[in-house]
């Protein structure tokens, strides 16, 4: 079902995305190209993580690096989540522009006191005078059959931080122009990727493939116009929106989860007046509540059905396949919310 | 040769040692319960001598060493805006990148990666970018309770791995907190744990302000020889509690009496004074 879905999108995206198709991209290639591309220009970046270097990174995002850089800059550390990523951060203090790989954000737990403590809020403890030019990346979120400990989504945890930036891109021209943004960017910057997606590949334009190519933070991008109910997604939820049919939905990919493109969001519901916010991770706390909050804030009197939250299921990720599909959400769920806030079903709290 | 390094300079005494106390008026305490400000490890990097330090306890002691003006940081601890980060910051976290200080942190063994990672772009700057003149080394201090954290082993991993330009330097104080270093290590000696990683461990009187110079000396040569980290253990002692929310009923007074009567400013007063290196009336003018 899954497979299905996603060749249909691949499909659909070809032809609905981008007006000029030139080449087809990886979402590998095109993350790889923007490392390569600025460490051309950038003279004082440098990448390290566990196993970057020789082994080509855990899903080979890094291949090729090390024989075109060398080992000065693509590092490769012990697998020392804590101990490495302090020593980006003190590098990044200190002058350089170090790109820190996590083999999955779950192994960022373990370092995440120096993302928040050291990289986060030093800009604002310091009063400006030390700044903490680094990006974290690496995949994120629920993989294929990999257990709970190595598939949550960790938007959130990153988005709810003042001081850090947490950007996920969904294609090609995403991975490529938010990754350049997040380097060049003087503060510290959280990429969270998307292990399925590696192996997609999305058409690109001409544009995108320039080397100047660069996209803002915090600017979400309306993937497909539509008039009946506004959907918020971002990484992988965003491939499955353009599954949906029958109902005309709006579909916002985030990109930025903070910044939040507030700004977008709003303007986008008050023209369908329904929302649907879609997300991988868990429902509670998470990148749906901030934005049915926001849309509460600043467009109450123009939502037309109360907003309907999809996220995954309350549960740690289990292991066995059929499980796991039915804890992240599906096309069937986004399509039956969609109809629930069209009024087209039954309401939740009706049938409860 | 007989260097700072060598075994008879210092022996395998017993804890504690004859040392005398640390005494430090300018201890402000945090106003957050005991449970943080543990082991505060900012970076002082010295711009006159080159010097990237990295501190552990007592930010402010080491952002006055660092020539950040005395009224700055006083600012900043009372939460001024005329303070050294506009009283963002606070008694633990004390940066000024005019005068290479990196940092104080609050979360023990947080700045020990921190300290390894300038370490790791000094010799970066020296050895991929080329600039020759780049001979920074950097100390990082902490106390006995961030040397049973796992950072600090990683850290002295990667350090002796790559020969960064580091020193760390450990302030033995025997107590973190409340918790006694003896009960909470299994192998109390901290300066046998350099080895273990490959780098020299040294243990220096910490009470006496030559001794730890001369060892400070001999270890910022080696590391910008290029030779490589070192791990220092100073023995000291707390005369007072960590921080006004630290009662210290834990302490033995009698042990604290011991190391009252050795406290290193007035032993280093004596000394001068003795040796006529300054007179009473100098002492008084600083």
Known sequence: ?352 | MATAFSPSKFAAQPFPLNTTSQNNPLTIPTTASAFLGSTRKPILLSSSSNLNLRRGSLTVVKALSKGIPARAILSELLGKATGCCRGQGGSMHIFSREHNMLGGFAFIGEGIPIGTGAAFTSKYKREVLKEADCDHVTLAFFGDGACNNGQFYECLNMAALWKLPIVFVVENNLWAIGMSHLRATSVPPIYKKGPAFGMPGVHVDGMDVLKVREVAKEAIGRARRGEGPTLVECETYRFRGHSLADPDKLRDPAEKAHYAARDPITALKKYLIDNSLASEADLKAI
């Open chain 1, 1 to 352: 079902m899954l497979a299905i879905a996603r060749q249909r999108m691949l499909g659909q995206s070809f032809k609905k995305i981008l007006p000029a198709v030139s080449v087809l991209r990886s979402y590998s290639s095109a993350a790889k190209q923007v490392i390569f591309f600025t460490f051309f220009i950038l003279a004082h970046n440098l990448m390290h993580t566990d196993m970057v270097g020789e082994y080509q990174g855990a899903y080979k995002i890094t291949k090729g690096l090390l024989e075109k850089y060398g080992p000065e800059r693509v590092l490769d550390t012990p697998i020392t989540e804590a101990g490495f990523t302090g020593i980006g951060v003190g590098a990044a203090y200190y002058g350089l522009k170090p790109v820190v790989e996590f083999m999955t954000f779950n192994f960022s737990m373990q370092a995440i006191d120096h993302i928040i403590n050291s990289a986060a809020k030093s800009n604002y403890m310091s009063a400006g005078q030390i700044s903490v030019p680094i990006v974290f990346r690496g995949p994120n979120g629920a993989a294929a059959g990999v257990g709970a400990q190595h598939s949550q989504c960790y938007a959130v945890w990153y988005a709810s931080c003042p001081g850090l930036k947490v950007l996920s891109p969904y294609n090609s021209e995403d991975a490529r122009g938010l990754l350049k943004a997040a380097i060049r960017d003087p503060d510290p910057v959280v990429f969270l990727e998307n292990e399925l997606l590696y192996g997609e590949s999305f058409p690109v334009s001409d544009e995108v493939l320039d080397s100047s190519f660069c996209l803002p933070i915090g600017k979400a991008k309306i993937e497909r116009e539509g008039k009946d109910a506004t959907i918020t997604a971002f990484s992988k939820m965003a491939a499955e929106m353009l599954e949906k049919d029958g109902i005309c939905a709006e579909v916002i990919n985030l990109r930025s989860i903070r910044p939040l493109d507030r700004a977008t969001i709003n303007a986008s519901v008050r023209k369908t007046n329904r929302l649907i916010t879609v997300e991988e991770g868990f429902p509670q706390h998470g990148v749906g509540a901030e934005i049915c909050a926001s849309v509460v804030e600043e467009s109450f009197s123009y939502l037309d059905a109360p907003v309907e939250r999809i996220a995954g299921a309350d549960v740690p990720m289990p292991y066995a396949a059929n499980l796991e599909r039915m804890a992240v959400p599906q096309v069937e769920d986004i399509v039956r919310a969609a109809k629930r806030a069209c009024y087209r079903s039954v309401p939740l709290a009706a049938t409860a």
